[in-house]
């Protein structure tokens, strides 16, 4: 099953404003849709373990005086958006394509908090890396509804909502 679309439009302010602050990290490159392996999938959650353990949850206001900064965790701090971004640079920088690493915007659907995570394109289907899980598991089957998700050609989608 994929996430179904509403409409495409442009990233987010803040991503922009990160984006511009850090010259190719937003550079999506390569392959779209990665072979799914479990040794694949081992070093997804060993990546997501490891930042989930490095990086202790603060939210921006109180660790940068504001809210909705995106940026890479600072003194081992930040919030979900920093956990994307420092997720997806790690598996860059061990060699998975750029492109098979997106970022979206979701509600909890039982808290009803924003949050955001990093999805993993592959063979096997859409995998999220997030702060509030160990696991990878497939985006179906962690408590979200995705409101917005990156597109490796840099445009973002709107989903359609249940």
Known sequence: ???????????????????????????????????????????????????????????????????????????????????????RRRLIDDGIPSASLTMAIAFHEVQLFPHAVLLVETSKGSWVLDNLHSDVLCWDAVPYIYTHRERPDGQWVRSKLP
């Open 1 to 87: 099953m994929e996430m179904p679309i509403a409409y495409v439009f442009g990233p987010p302010e803040k991503y922009v404003e990160f984006c511009s602050n850090n010259e190719g990290a937003c550079d999506l490159t390569g392959v779209e849709v990665v072979d799914w392996s479990e040794g694949f999938h081992s070093k997804l959650e060993q990546v997501n373990i490891s930042v989930n353990d490095e990086v202790a949850f603060v939210p921006d206001w109180e660790a940068e005086g504001r809210d909705d900064v995106w940026t890479y965790p600072s003194d081992c701090r930040g919030d979900c958006e920093d956990f994307v971004l420092e997720k």
